[in-house]
Structures are given as C-alpha cells and as structure tokens.
C-alpha cells in the first residue's frame, strides 16, 4: 500500500531533491501508463512531475501565455481555473455547457470565440463540477482546432459508464495535466504531473 511505501522510502533515506523533471523511474512508468491505457506514446523526456496538479497548469499558462492572451473554457467549470489564468495575465473566455448537452462543449461554439489571441481551449473531462465525460466525437472536433489543447485528466479512472479518452488520442498540440491525488487518494502527498509537447519543457523545467 501507499503508506507502506511510503514509510519504507523515508527509511532508506529516499529524502533528497529529484531531477526537477521528477524522478526518471515514475516519468517512465507514467508513460507506460498512458502506452497501455490510451494506445499512445509519450516519451518521458516529455514528463515534468510537479507538486500537484494546481502547480502544473499554472506553470503551463505562465509558459503559454503572454498578457492579453485568451483561454478558452467552459462555463461552468473547475472554480479555480480563473484563477491560475488570472495569475498569468491571460483573459479567460468562457463558452457555455448546457445541461440537454450533458455538458457537452458546443464545438461550433468553441470556434466562434477564437481569435488571433487565443493561445489554449482548456478541457477538463471528466468535468468538475458536472461530472460530464467529453465523447471521442468531441474530443477529436477539439483536436482539429489550431491553439493549443490543455487538457485536466486528473478524474481519469473515476468513470463508471463508457471509457474516458486521453486528447493525446487525437492531437500531439496538447498539455496534459494528471496525478495520483484522485484516483489514488494520495492528496497529501501532492503529486501530479504534466505531459507537454517537447518545446516546452525546457521552459516549464525552468519554471519548476
């Protein structure tokens, strides 16, 4: 078990600082995951483990994003997104979800907001708060539209009906943000992850 682990590490002294892309053991295994449950290939030099999942997407849209910039999302949405956009001086632009949807993003709705300072559609899937699972139909509508694709997988494993897909399915022009917080109840520990296209890590790297 985790705690068990955990405690064992401790006492062999597994204490220090890592790679500041995170350990190079859990990058390659986080890449074996997403091999064995979404059919693609990530590689781990692609990898930044970060202090939770809140820290990844803000480092993310600091790399991303100049001020002035524009961020797509769904209305409604994970209440602290707002924030972290806020914090790197990107305006948010918000797209409504409707309920006879299941909170299904309207692609054509999507397109109509994009402007030449659009720098990210934002998904979250499954969705906090609604708890909407975005289709493959949707996720690959998504993939076709030319800004980047930040895409919060962190309730993957959480699903009870259907399969969630990875937007790492359908286009490589994507952040994708995950962690053990949720799926593993490990909140404590705060540990996430974040997969970025190759252009980016160094940039992100820094930033952590």
């Known amino acids: 078990c ?11 002294g597994k ?7 995170g350990d190079p053991e859990l990058r390659q295994e986080i890449c074996k995951s997403y091999l064995k449950n979404y059919g693609v290939t990530v590689s781990p030099d692609q990898v930044i483990v970060t202090s939770g999942t809140s820290p990844a997407i803000l480092m993310v849209l600091l790399a991303l994003c100049n001020s002035g910039d524009e961020i797509i999302l769904s209305d409604p949405g994970y209440a602290c997104y707002p924030n972290f956009i806020s914090l790197s001086g990107a305006k948010m632009v918000k797209v409504p979800v409707y309920e006879e949807d299941g909170f299904q993003y309207r692609p054509e709705n999507i397109c109509a907001a994009i402007t030449d300072r659009t720098k990210a559609i934002l998904i979250n899937s499954p969705m906090n708060p609604t ?6 139909e949707t996720l690959q509508k998504i993939a076709k539209f030319s800004p980047y694709i930040i895409s919060d997988e962190i309730y993957h494993g959480l699903v009870y009906e259907n399969k969630a897909h990875s937007i790492l399915e359908y286009t490589r022009n ?5 962690g053990f ?10 540990l996430g992850y974040v997969i970025v296209p190759e252009e980016f890590v160094r940039p992100i790297q820094k930033l952590q």
């Open 181 to 190: 917080s949720k799926l593993y109840a490990m909140t404590g520990l705060r």
């Open 174 to 178: 994507a952040f994708v943000l995950n």
């Open 15 to 21: 204490t220090h600082y890592t790679h500041s892309l």
């Open 131 to 136: 708890g909407n699972l975005l289709s493959p």
């Open 2 to 12: 985790v705690s068990t682990a955990s405690e064992l590490a401790i006492k062999q």
